[in-house]
């Protein structure tokens, strides 16, 4: 059997049935070559079947031992791993501190959206999602790896992570939902069976994505459920946390986003995050990015396991242009996962326009922090991309690829806010975008105008240095060549807002 | 004579002309009724005549004793105050802590606007300001006392606060007027000789506001200058201010702004600050409002001798939405009195759209504090309304005549920040203008959604209380009544930017 360098290797045993063997049975394989031995647990996929699921992190040939507690003897056997295909260019790992890059060193730039179910719809909508997903104008989706239970997104899913029956969903409506938030009364439950069913979604989804060359960044825990999934005992939490590690950790592509508005948790204290986090951490051998997602107020993103910021805005009015702070507090990546959605809901984190949502982009990835999308415009149909996936309606999305292309264009992988000179008084204040590496410094400005709308820009590094100079219109993502300048210079721009003016250095013959 | 309560009186007499009569002679003027006696400064006003000029606060008979250290007896003399009429309500003081009145309690809601050098301009452009003005958009102007030099803004003015020659301004461009400022060289001023021609323009003209109803919002120091006025020793500075003292308070619509950007008159500390402060005041019998505006970082607004918070916005994004946490940290009225203008400079405080300057308009005003308008359009003829007034050509400055009869509308004079209820979950954050006088509680509510546009909003008071509703569009300047409700019900939106909603109580009959 061939697999591919961080490829997924799964091997499936049958096994006993008897008793319950998601509690009774366990499944263990290592697997060894030349440069690594891994221990991983692997789970039970129903119908009498156990499975192991590895990631060779290197080439070449691995052999391996999977020990289940309900055999008498173990099974061994060799595979080989061979190079990597198409765009499998590894798990994302941090990178220079502030920035991500796939384990092969290739930059990824995260422009990610949110579609909190979208794998529990119908085959058609799911079809749907990833024809969208296919514009190559996002590189990470973000979603619930549990059900979820809010306003517009009252149905039951198809399907339940548990083995027994939910509450009455007919009872629910827009004026009462709220009511039945983070309780479990009604529903009933057996929190030791899983249904291997509603899992094998997920695997099939997350495979699809990493086909696509999308990052999943899985949801563990939220608060938005009405099945009790969210008031479960730290012991029932611990299961289903060694369940999904051992079901998706061998997906390069995945994220472990550990709660979505953790503080809505109530009953869960920091220390209990704490040690949800290094549960979890602990049964992930390949060491995903993860993070954990705030409502009103940012988690301790200090905290060592955690590998980036994963922010939602906390003033309803400066979001993204605190990027910069973000990163000297907290001195890791930081990735606006929700800053506001573009779409026509009452919330007010969901009717903002096209134009507010790409602003508040570039302000992000100016800064050297990345942005999330997501829509939410109501629909006859009840499907929402914020939720459900399917299509896409709005003006943003496309303009994330446009924001990609551009940083892709930038030297050395990613910006940062730097500071050119303050001798131009009052053009503007005197910060500008420049190469995150200083081995680029001084090969590279951009300018961003945001609401603001100056007629030019006089720009003035030094004497000598040439530069070809762009104007930028990051909301009609055009970009003019204006001309090859040195010195002082005044850049015309056309009054509008969202402009940016980027230089870049003429190299030397 | 006759003379209005809160209008001028003024007294002339012929005196010596030997010497310096700025320095070597003084005259004081001792005014009293039967509810006041009042000790004033006069000033010398050039060709031998020496005024006293006097703002009598009640209506009746006053005698008065003038004093002239150039003459060897007194003056002596009676007027009668009379009744005001027009719009002569006194002048403008703090009431209900955070809002202003007129002395005769007629509430003054502030919607200034600033053309820092208007009344230096020739007759012909200082009529079209006040064509400008008649339209009603602003009752406060704020200009300066003292020549302003700064971009777009270079030519000497057509006289010159003190007697001397100023530099050659022929030398200066938009490239090289920064190194001038503050500074004094290539000038040639005696600091001991005032040119009454020069204050006498304000004389006209503050009382040309005056009789309009226009607050003038008198800016005493400021740093951009070529003439070396801002670089004057405290002695000139102290002398620079009594005579203003003497020559403007008895205008009942002068406020003091002791400075503009304060901070960038570097060589003056904060005691220094406070000193010219008590300086003013202790010559201002009347006393008027006095606040300073800062640049970069607030004033201490919590010094006594302040009266309200004349502020610019710190923060580049974030401006006055922070206006309820102005009013709980300085505990006084929030005055924006520069946020950003509408227009086309290159610089970051003057190209702002006007749909941003409205919005940061009414950000300020549903929070209890005011804005402040002024426009930077360039021109072919160098006329400026932001410096030199004559012809609006924006879009915002009608619209602060729409502020001002929104909050006329609003019952016991001005609003605050208020919470509505928290069980109508996620229409939106909780907050809601309400009136600020208490005796109003429940009266009135006004629901501003600024960038965002939500289709509806949810409106729950109680169960029983009826309310007529209003949907403003604050931008187009339109207030469309959608009918009488009460309880739990949905106020439908168009889905834009900008919109409100209001609720008046349905008075009992």
């Known amino acids: 059997m061939k697999v591919e360098r961080w490829g997924v290797f799964e091997i499936a045993l049958q096994g006993k049935t008897d008793g319950n063997p998601f509690m009774d049975y366990e499944i263990r394989g290592t697997f060894s070559n030349e440069n690594e031995k891994v221990t991983v647990d692997g789970f039970y996929d129903g119908q009498g079947v156990y499975k192991v699921r590895f990631m060779p992190s290197f080439e070449g040939e691995y052999s391996y031992v999977i020990d289940g507690s309900f055999a008498d003897e173990t099974t061994e056997g060799q595979f080989t791993a061979s190079a990597p295909t198409g765009n499998n260019h590894g798990p994302v790992r941090v990178a220079h501190k502030y920035h991500l890059a796939y384990e092969d060193g290739t930059p990824h730039y995260s422009f990610g959206t949110t579609c909190y179910l979208f794998d529990l719809m119908d085959k058609e909508i799911i079809d749907q999602t990833f024809e969208e997903l296919q514009k190559g104008y996002f590189n990470k989706m973000r979603f619930c790896i549990l059900p979820k239970h809010y306003d517009y997104c009252l149905n039951d899913p198809p399907l339940f992570?548990?083995?027994?029956?939910?509450?009455?969903?007919?009872?629910?409506?827009?004026?009462?939902?709220?009511?039945?938030?983070?309780?479990?009364?009604?529903?009933?439950?057996?929190?030791?069976?899983?249904?291997?069913?509603?899992?094998?979604?997920?695997?099939?989804?997350?495979?699809?994505?990493?086909?696509?060359?999308?990052?999943?960044?899985?949801?563990?825990?939220?608060?938005?459920?009405?099945?009790?999934?969210?008031?479960?005992?730290?012991?029932?939490?611990?299961?289903?946390?060694?369940?999904?590690?051992?079901?998706?950790?061998?997906?390069?592509?995945?994220?472990?986003?550990?709660?979505?508005?953790?503080?809505?948790?109530?009953?869960?204290?920091?220390?209990?995050?704490?040690?949800?986090?290094?549960?979890?951490?602990?049964?992930?051998?390949?060491?995903?990015?993860?993070?954990?997602?705030?409502?009103?107020?940012?988690?301790?993103?200090?905290?060592?396991?955690?590998?980036?910021?994963?922010?939602?805005?906390?003033?309803?009015?400066?979001?993204?242009?605190?990027?910069?702070?973000?990163?000297?507090?907290?001195?890791?990546?930081?990735?606006?996962?929700?800053?506001?959605?573009e779409g026509d809901f009452p919330h007010c984190w969901g009717n903002f326009t096209p134009e507010e949502i790409v602003r508040r982009g570039w302000e992000a990835l100016l800064r050297g922090g990345y942005p999330g999308h997501s829509e939410t415009f109501r629909s006859e149909d009840d499907v929402i991309?914020?939720?459900?996936?399917?299509?896409?309606?709005?003006?943003?999305?496309?303009?994330?690829?446009?924001?990609?292309?551009?940083?892709?264009?930038?030297?050395?992988?990613?910006?940062?806010?730097?500071?050119?000179?303050?001798?131009?008084?009052?053009?503007?204040?005197?910060?500008?975008?420049?190469?995150?590496?200083?081995?680029?410094?001084?090969?590279?400005?951009?300018?961003?105008?945001?609401?603001?709308?100056?007629?030019?820009?006089?720009?003035?590094?030094?004497?000598?240095?040439?530069?070809?100079?762009?104007?930028?219109?990051?909301?009609?993502?055009?970009?003019?060549?204006?001309?090859?300048?040195?010195?002082?210079?005044?850049?015309?721009?056309?009054?509008?807002?969202?402009m940016g003016i980027r230089l870049k250095r003429v190299k030397d013959k």
């Open 385 to 498: 991309w914020w939720c459900h996936g399917g299509k896409l309606k709005g003006e943003s999305a496309k303009r994330f690829k446009f924001m990609r292309e551009f940083l892709e264009d930038v030297p050395g992988g990613g910006l940062k806010y730097g500071h050119l000179r303050d001798d131009l008084h009052f053009q503007w204040d005197d910060k500008v975008a420049v190469p995150e590496d200083p081995a680029y410094e001084g090969d590279y400005y951009f300018f961003y105008f945001s609401i603001w709308r100056p007629p030019f820009r006089q720009v003035w590094v030094d004497d000598e240095t040439e530069f070809d100079v762009d104007v930028i219109d990051t909301y009609e993502m055009t970009v003019t060549p204006v001309g090859r300048f040195k010195g002082r210079f005044d850049v015309p721009l056309p009054g509008k807002q969202y």
């Open 161 to 341: 992570p548990y083995e027994g029956t939910p509450m009455d969903a007919s009872v629910l409506t827009r004026e009462n939902f709220y009511k039945y938030v983070g309780k479990a009364e009604g529903n009933d439950w057996d929190l030791t069976r899983f249904n291997p069913d509603y899992f094998r979604r997920h695997d099939e989804n997350v495979k699809r994505l990493m086909d696509l060359g999308i990052e999943a960044d899985m949801i563990v825990f939220h608060a938005y459920d009405r099945w009790g999934f969210s008031q479960m005992t730290m012991e029932e939490n611990v299961r289903y946390l060694r369940y999904i590690a051992a079901r998706y950790s061998a997906f390069r592509n995945v994220w472990w986003a550990l709660a979505n508005e953790y503080e809505l948790m109530g009953h869960l204290a920091e220390s209990d995050w704490e040690f949800l986090a290094q549960e979890l951490t602990a049964h992930d051998p390949y060491h995903h990015l993860i993070s954990i997602h705030n409502c009103e107020s940012f988690y301790d993103y200090t905290k060592p396991w955690i590998t980036h910021c994963s922010c939602q805005r906390c003033d309803h009015y400066k979001t993204t242009e605190d990027t910069e702070e973000m990163r000297v507090r907290y001195g890791k990546p930081v990735i606006w996962d929700e800053y506001g959605y």
